[in-house]
């Protein structure tokens, strides 16, 4: 059973610093890994998506990596903003099964005018 | 292009009663799935439609069930609701080439569910 777990669970960081949220997997036979945000009591956002064959995706201040060997996947936020604050959650699809989303537990990301 | 829509956004029930939650999918999507999400957890997976067929199903007892429609919108009923059924219920579709959900998913609000 693919187990996803995200390191920190919570961040509080000053505005304007850079900072890099953590996601392992342990069954590396991934078909996508996805990046989501989450405020709260509300629905998801998609961030960014990498495919297995990919090594990093980049949408403006985000960067996502992915090591499929080792099961390690990075977010990495670039001049953080009190906007970014919510929580961020990852979740790998596998290739085989349903290709349904397995979630880690989140990490709650606070920004600091 | 419209997202995912769910309703309602807001629901209390009563231990023993049925509830049926509603999902429009994203234009073009042929994929449905159906996420439960306790408070302070990640979203667990209930079950998972593709061309009107269940495809995949989670770790959830046979009182939730679902259904997707032609137009691939889509329904979770649960029946004989219990206290630990109060979660978050969140409805995504996909673009499915295959059964493959190459183009990531695209998640609805949410249902939020109270059960008394």
């Known amino acids: 059973k693919q187990e996803v777990t995200q390191i920190p669970a919570a961040l509080s960081v000053p505005e304007g610093e850079n900072l890099v949220l953590n996601c392992s997997f342990t069954?590396?036979?991934?078909?996508?890994l996805q990046w989501f945000r989450q405020d709260p009591g509300k629905g998801l956002t998609s961030l960014l998506l990498i495919q297995s064959s990919q090594r990093e995706q980049t949408s403006g201040r985000l960067n996502a990596s992915l090591d499929k060997s080792s099961g390690r996947s990075t977010l990495y936020i670039a001049a953080s903003q009190p906007g970014d604050s919510a929580t961020y959650l990852c979740a790998v699809t596998l290739r085989t099964g349903a290709n349904n989303l397995f979630f880690g537990t989140g990490t709650r990301l606070t920004v600091i005018p | 292009e419209t997202g995912v829509t769910q309703s309602p956004t807001h629901l209390i029930k009563t231990r023993g009663q049925q509830v049926t939650l509603r999902c429009s999918s994203q234009s073009g999507h042929n994929t449905v799935s159906w996420y439960q999400q306790a408070l302070g957890q990640g979203p667990q997976f209930i079950f998972q439609y593709y061309r009107e067929e269940e495809n995949g199903r989670g770790n959830f007892p046979p009182r939730f069930s679902g259904l997707q429609f032609p137009n691939y919108s889509s329904e979770l009923n649960v029946n004989a609701l219990e206290l630990d059924d109060s979660a978050l219920y969140l409805c995504?579709?996909?673009?499915?080439?295959?059964?493959?959900?190459?183009?990531?998913?695209?998640f609805g609000s949410g249902t939020r569910l109270t059960v008394v």
């Open positions: 995504a579709s996909s673009l499915s080439p295959g059964g493959f959900t190459y183009y990531g998913y695209t």
């Open positions: 069954d590396s036979a991934i078909y996508n």
